[in-house]
């Protein structure tokens, strides 16, 4: 695992994505990237988190900055998670678990006595220039995505 703090710069990621095709991080350059870490499709938080992002895209393309929402799941369980909820944001599907790794949010959890290995919810703000601005760990999602926004919208001041 690469040091991922801020100031360094972004792991690359060229990765399958919802409605086929492919998203990289260079496809990002001379922009803002959001880039949120998320466990699963259509449990309760994830549903909630993507939705928030999606409520408030416009205002994110406003602020000049893309939206990405990444997990293990595959392109087609995102389609229909996109389907079903009406989603907007880019979703990449990142089964092999490297570009999570990198990002360093593949991490051992614990549940009801339970270990196993899971996605810590996790959000990056990358720079124009590829490096990371801001991270946001163990994100509590209510009131999140819109605090991710002012992050983004105090980039352009």
Same mark, same amino acid.
């Given at each position: 695992m690469t040091d991922v703090s801020i100031g360094t710069t972004a792991p690359?990621? !060229?990765l399958p994505?919802? @409605?086929?095709?492919?998203? #990289?991080?260079?496809? $990002?350059? @001379?922009k803002p990237l959001v880039l949120f870490f998320y466990p699963k499709d259509d449990t309760t938080g994830c549903t #909630?988190?993507?939705? #928030?992002f999606t409520a408030l895209a416009d205002q994110f393309e406003k602020a000049g900055a893309a939206v990405i929402g990444m997990s293990p799941d595959s392109a087609k369980c995102h389609d229909r998670f996109i389907k079903k909820h009406s989603l907007s944001v880019v979703l #990449?599907?990142?089964?092999e678990?490297?570009?999570?790794a990198a990002y360093g949010v593949w991490k051992q959890k614990s549940m009801y006595g339970r !270990? $196993?290995?899971g996605v810590e919810r996790t959000t $990056?703000?990358?720079r124009e220039d590829g490096t990371i601005g801001t991270i946001w760990q163990k994100v509590k999602v209510p009131g999140h995505a819109e605090i991710v926004l002012a992050a983004?919208?105090?980039l352009s001041r």
């Open positions: 690359d990621f !060229n994505r919802d @409605g086929g095709g492919r998203v #990289a991080l260079a496809d $990002f350059r @001379g #909630a988190e993507s939705l #928030a #990449a599907s990142d089964e678990k490297t570009t999570l !270990n $196993f290995m $990056f703000l990358i983004v919208q105090n």
